[in-house]
Structure formats: structure tokens, C-alpha cells
């Protein structure tokens, strides 16, 4: 398969994963706001804090099966082997989850004693813990979906069923009186339906009932350093959460929910891509084709840039519009929050899916010295600016340990592999954006604001002021041929303008 090949089966993929992840991501938000307007500030608030008791534990029993058995289901042809990766996978990751449910639900009372405040938080937390096995499972299902280089099923089970099904939930309980309980049973409906319909859509690709040859030991070989890294990156986005818990009040981890949501929505885009990229980069490393692995990951680095660059731009410039829009005018504090926040993912977006391509040459090791690195980073700084300032404090300190992150990882692929997501058309690219969108747009946010109606149509505009300003100043390369052919078969229109400013070679 060609590079140009390659490029276009990637992007065609990112286009419908992103949609997916959209959905997904727009659908946790929503399912946040609707919890926030439901019930107290001081209940958002620990709602958040069981929702990062959740993703840490996650973290911890997938056992990095997220990463490994999409490598080896990608390398391997035959159906025994391929059939042992995914159960090899859903066994260990099974068992693991089943233990740290049961470890939470008999330590309720010594967990919520420290970080919860209401009486009722000791029964929501045990519903939760309940999720944890189901939730391991789905990603169990969905990383071996990924292994095939599927994106329609895994659009299907996580982002639409999965999101969609735990925000109706949600909301019918709610709208019953369930109070917050009803975000437990919400999740625990979905991730039930949820890890039935992964593994009937994975029968399609492979056969779940006959012959195995486990790989559990090759898994875990290759996994092991990805289960602590993904450990510490889940540690990265959920300790700010769990600390501003045990120093400050609910009031304050509301605040922060509210801000940290909305911003972890801006590198949706890079997830997207990441879907098949990281795959793609395993099967090109197979074939020794660092070359192509590099380029692929220099225009999917631009790409992404550009196309996280119009919320970015409207969270950073009016955070106060964004929080009062979507989350209500008694959660105004949190806009420096997400300001300073918005600005940490931008500039992780940035440098591109140098995590998933460090993995696929098989260095995880890296990965992990990059994490632990960026977590004790974040933690040092945590103890000294949480107490003192609060979730600004926190938001701070999220941004330097995600410049911290990135920062290492770009590193190990400069100097270890010859591999940059910077070419020049990418730095002509982030100064354009940086040094002429981004100063006019601050400078007309001290004159107007945005409301429910403006703030679309404020990101669109950006949208295309940005991709002019791309246009006229020489930033595209041969390659972009590709996305604008895609935009024409998809949208059935010509963008002769565009693509005549497009070099041949």
C-alpha cells in the first residue's frame, strides 16, 4: 500500500471516527451539564471525584491491553492466535477488574471519609464500583476491534451506544427523582449493554467460540510499561480532581468540572486519528517503513492542528461566555480555569500522536519514563499551588505537566529515531495560525461576547479565516490534496479555489 494510500484510508477513517468521538464527546459534556443542573454544585462536585476513583481503577486492571492487543491482533493472521490476544486480553483484564471493584466496595467507608463530604456519597461510589468490570471489558472489545483497523464498529459500541445510552439513562432517572445516584445506574446500564454489543459487533470480524493459542505473556511483556504509563497519563488527567478533593471543597472540584470537561474536548480531533494511526504505524514498523510512519505523522500533526485551532481559539479567548453558555452563570468562576486549561491540551494537540508512535516502534519503555516524569511534575506542583490557589492552581499546573509530557516524548523521537511532527509547512502553519489569527481574535474579544447563537457560528468563522489564512500564505503542501479530495466526495462540492493554491510536487 502506498503512502498517498495509506494517508487517505487514514483520514476517510478519522473523518467517521471523529464524528464518533464527537458524539461521544459532546454527550459526556451534556451528560455533565444535565448533573449540573440537576443537582447541587457540592454533588457535581463528587460526582467528579467518583468518576476519577473510575478511570484510575480502569487504568490500573487493563493492564495496558488497550494498547498491546490492537499491536498484536494487527501482526497476526491467523484465527487461533488472534482469538488467544483478545482472551487473553479479557481474561487477565477481567479478573484484575474484578478484584479493585471489590477492594472499593468493601474500603466505602475509608475511601469517602477522605474525599467525599455527604452521606449519600458511600452508595454511589459502590455503584460504581460495580462499572469497573464492565468498562474494562468494553475497551477489551474495542482495542481488538481497533487491532482490525475497524472504525464503524467502534464508532457503533463506544461512541454512540455507550454515550448516547448513559446520557438517556441519565436523564430518565433524573427526571424520576433518582437524585445523584442516578449517574451510578446510568453508567452501570450503559457499560452493561455496552460490553454485550462490542463483542457481538467483534463476532463479525472474528469468530469469539473455537480454537486459542493465548498470548498472555507476550501481551503482558509488551504491556507492562504501557500499564504504568497509562496509569500515570489517567493519574495526569484524574489527580487534580482527586487532590483538590481531599485540600479544597466540592464547591472548588465543581469548579474545575466544569472548566476541565469543555477544555479535554479540544484534542478530540488528534483521538480521532489515533484510532487507526496507531495500527497503522505497528504494520508500517513491520515492514520497516520509517519513512512513511514519519510523514504520516507530520500531516496528521498539521491536520490536527488546524482543525483543533477554532475551539481552542473560543475557549482561550471568551472562557467566561463558553462557562456561562453551557454550564450556567454560577459556574462563571471557573473561566480562567479554562482558559489556562484550554491552552495545556492545545498545546499537547500539537505535538501530534507521538505517544501511539513511540508504541508502535515497540519502545513503550519511553512512554513510561515520559509519564512518570510529567506525573511527578504535576503531583510536586499540585501540593504547592492546590492549597494555596485553588482549582486555578490545578489548571496550572495540568499545563505545565502536559508541556512536560509532550516535551520528553518529542525528544526520544527526534534524538532516538529520526521521527518529528514538525515539518516546515507544520511551523509555517502553527506561526500563521499563532502570530496572525490568534491576536486578532483577543483583540475583538474585548469588545464583544458570545451567546448560545454566536458561539457555533464564532467557531465556524474561525474555521474558514484560518484555512484562508492558510491559503495565502503558502502553508499547504502536496499532500493536502488528499483531505480536499475528501471534503469534495464527502460534502459533493469543489473547492477549486482551495486546491489550485495546492503544490503539485
Same mark, same amino acid.
Given at each position: 500500500?502506498?503512502?498517498?494510500?495509506?494517508?487517505?484510508?487514514?483520514?476517510?477513517?478519522?473523518?467517521?471516527?471523529?464524528?464518533?468521538?464527537?458524539?461521544?464527546?459532546?454527550?459526556?459534556?451534556?451528560?455533565?451539564?444535565?448533573?449540573?443542573?440537576?443537582?447541587?454544585?457540592?454533588?457535581?462536585?463528587?460526582?467528579?471525584?467518583?468518576?476519577?476513583?473510575?478511570?484510575?481503577?480502569?487504568?490500573?486492571?487493563?493492564?495496558?491491553?488497550?494498547?498491546?492487543?490492537?499491536?498484536?491482533?494487527?501482526?497476526?493472521?491467523?484465527?487461533?492466535?488472534?482469538?488467544?490476544?483478545?482472551?487473553?486480553?479479557?481474561?487477565?483484564?477481567?479478573?484484575? @477488574?474484578?478484584?479493585?471493584?471489590?477492594?472499593?466496595?468493601?474500603?466505602?467507608?475509608?475511601?469517602?471519609?477522605?474525599?467525599?463530604?455527604?452521606?449519600?456519597?458511600?452508595?454511589?461510589? @459502590?455503584?460504581?464500583?460495580?462499572?469497573?468490570?464492565?468498562?474494562?471489558?468494553?475497551?477489551?472489545?474495542?482495542?481488538?476491534?481497533?487491532? /482490525?483497523?475497524?472504525?464503524?464498529?467502534?464508532?457503533?459500541?463506544?461512541?454512540?451506544?455507550?454515550?448516547?445510552?448513559?446520557?438517556?439513562?441519565?436523564?430518565?432517572?433524573?427526571? +424520576?427523582?433518582?437524585?445523584?445516584?442516578?449517574?451510578?445506574?446510568?453508567?452501570? @446500564?450503559? +457499560?452493561?449493554?455496552?460490553?454485550? +454489543?462490542?463483542?457481538?459487533?467483534?463476532?463479525?470480524?472474528?469468530?469469539?467460540?473455537?480454537? /486459542?493459542?493465548?498470548?498472555?505473556?507476550?501481551?503482558?511483556?509488551?504491556? !507492562?510499561?504501557?500499564?504504568?504509563?497509562?496509569?500515570?497519563?489517567?493519574?495526569?488527567?484524574? !489527580?487534580?480532581?482527586?487532590?483538590?478533593?481531599?485540600?479544597?471543597?466540592?464547591?472548588?472540584?465543581?469548579?474545575?468540572?466544569?472548566?476541565?470537561?469543555?477544555?479535554?474536548?479540544?484534542?478530540?480531533?488528534?483521538?480521532?486519528?489515533?484510532?487507526?494511526?496507531?495500527?497503522? +504505524?505497528?504494520?508500517?514498523?513491520?515492514?520497516?517503513?520509517?519513512?512513511?510512519?514519519?510523514?504520516?505523522?507530520?500531516?496528521?500533526?498539521?491536520?490536527?492542528?488546524? @482543525?483543533?485551532?477554532?475551539?481552542?481559539?473560543?475557549?482561550?479567548? /471568551?472562557?467566561?461566555?463558553?462557562?456561562?453558555?453551557?454550564?450556567?452563570?454560577?459556574?462563571?468562576?471557573?473561566? !480562567?480555569?479554562?482558559?489556562?486549561?484550554?491552552?495545556?491540551?492545545?498545546?499537547?494537540?500539537?505535538?501530534?500522536?507521538?505517544?501511539?508512535?513511540?508504541?508502535?516502534?515497540?519502545?513503550?519503555?519511553?512512554?513510561?519514563?515520559?509519564?512518570?516524569?510529567?506525573?511527578?511534575?504535576?503531583?510536586?506542583?499540585?501540593?504547592?499551588?492546590?492549597?494555596? /490557589?485553588?482549582?486555578?492552581?490545578?489548571?496550572? !499546573?495540568?499545563?505545565?505537566?502536559?508541556?512536560?509530557?509532550?516535551?520528553?516524548?518529542?525528544?526520544?523521537?527526534?534524538?532516538?529515531?529520526?521521527?518529528?511532527?514538525?515539518?516546515?509547512?507544520?511551523?509555517?502553519?502553527?506561526?500563521?495560525?499563532?502570530?496572525?489569527?490568534?491576536?486578532?481574535?483577543?483583540?475583538?474579544?474585548?469588545?464583544?461576547?458570545?451567546?448560545?447563537?454566536?458561539?457555533?457560528?464564532?467557531?465556524?468563522?474561525?474555521?474558514?479565516?484560518?484555512?484562508?489564512?492558510?491559503?495565502?500564505?503558502?502553508?499547504?503542501?502536496?499532500?493536502?490534496?488528499?483531505?480536499?479530495?475528501?471534503?469534495?466526495?464527502?460534502?459533493?462540492?469543489?473547492?477549486?479555489?482551495?486546491?489550485?493554491?495546492?503544490?503539485?510536487?
Amino acid at each position: 500500500m502506498s503512502a498517498d494510500e495509506d494517508l487517505s484510508r487514514l483520514l476517510s477513517s478519522a473523518v467517521l471516527v471523529f464524528v464518533g468521538m464527537l458524539f461521544g464527546s459532546f454527550s459526556k459534556l451534556l451528560e455533565r451539564v444535565v448533573i449540573a443542573n440537576w443537582v447541587t454544585v457540592d454533588a457535581y462536585g463528587e460526582v467528579s471525584v467518583a468518576l476519577a476513583i473510575v478511570n484510575i481503577s480502569v487504568a490500573l486492571t487493563l493492564l495496558g491491553f488497550n494498547q498491546g492487543i490492537p499491536r498484536y491482533v494487527s501482526r497476526f493472521d491467523d484465527e487461533r492466535d488472534l482469538r488467544g490476544v483478545w482472551l487473553s486480553g479479557l481474561l487477565a483484564g477481567g479478573v484484575m @477488574a474484578t478484584i479493585a471493584a471489590l477492594l472499593l466496595y468493601f474500603n466505602l467507608g475509608f475511601v469517602t471519609d477522605r474525599l467525599f463530604e455527604s452521606a449519600g456519597s458511600k452508595r454511589l461510589l @459502590a455503584v460504581f464500583a460495580v462499572c469497573i468490570p464492565l468498562i474494562v471489558g468494553l475497551r477489551v472489545g474495542v482495542g481488538a476491534i481497533r487491532g /482490525f483497523e475497524n472504525t464503524v464498529y467502534r464508532t457503533y459500541a463506544r461512541d454512540l451506544l455507550y454515550n448516547g445510552l448513559r446520557l438517556a439513562v441519565m436523564v430518565a432517572l433524573l427526571a +424520576a427523582g433518582w437524585g445523584v445516584i442516578a449517574a451510578g445506574y446510568a453508567y452501570l @446500564a450503559a +457499560a452493561a449493554v455496552s460490553f454485550v +454489543a462490542v463483542h457481538v459487533l467483534l463476532n463479525r470480524l472474528l469468530p469469539l467460540s473455537g480454537d /486459542f493459542q493465548l498470548h498472555t505473556r507476550k501481551l503482558v511483556v509488551f504491556s !507492562t510499561p504501557l500499564v504504568v504509563s497509562t496509569i500515570i497519563s489517567i493519574l495526569l488527567m484524574e !489527580t487534580d480532581t482527586l487532590m483538590l478533593g481531599y485540600f479544597r471543597s466540592p464547591e472548588s472540584v465543581a469548579l474545575y468540572g466544569a472548566a476541565f470537561p469543555l477544555a479535554r474536548g479540544i484534542p478530540v480531533v488528534m483521538g480521532a486519528f489515533g484510532y487507526l494511526y496507531f495500527p497503522l +504505524a505497528s504494520r508500517l514498523d513491520t515492514e520497516d517503513e520509517h519513512e512513511e510512519i514519519d510523514a504520516v505523522y507530520k500531516l496528521t500533526t498539521k491536520w490536527g492542528f488546524l @482543525a483543533m485551532f477554532p475551539l481552542f481559539l473560543t475557549f482561550f479567548a /471568551f472562557p467566561g461566555d463558553v462557562i456561562r453558555i453551557v454550564f450556567g452563570s454560577e459556574y462563571s468562576g471557573a473561566k !480562567t480555569a479554562l482558559s489556562i486549561l484550554a491552552t495545556g491540551f492545545f498545546a499537547r494537540g500539537a505535538f501530534g500522536r507521538n505517544g501511539d508512535t513511540i508504541s508502535a516502534l515497540g519502545h513503550p519503555r519511553y512512554v513510561f519514563v515520559a509519564n512518570v516524569t510529567a506525573y511527578v511534575v504535576n503531583f510536586g506542583l499540585n501540593l504547592v499551588l492546590i492549597p494555596r /490557589f485553588g482549582f486555578v492552581g490545578a489548571a496550572v !499546573t495540568s499545563a505545565i505537566a502536559s508541556v512536560v509530557l509532550n516535551g520528553v516524548l518529542y525528544g526520544v523521537l527526534r534524538l532516538r529515531f529520526g521521527i518529528s511532527p514538525f515539518s516546515r509547512w507544520t511551523i509555517r502553519t502553527y506561526a500563521v495560525l499563532l502570530g496572525g489569527v490568534l491576536p486578532g481574535v483577543l483583540a475583538l474579544s474585548r469588545h464583544v461576547s458570545l451567546t448560545l447563537a454566536t458561539l457555533p457560528l464564532f467557531a465556524v468563522g474561525v474555521g474558514l479565516v484560518s484555512v484562508a489564512a492558510l491559503v495565502v500564505t503558502g502553508c499547504l503542501q502536496p499532500e493536502d490534496r488528499i483531505p480536499i479530495r475528501l471534503v469534495e466526495s464527502k460534502l459533493g462540492i469543489e473547492t477549486s479555489i482551495i486546491a489550485r493554491y495546492v503544490p503539485e510536487s
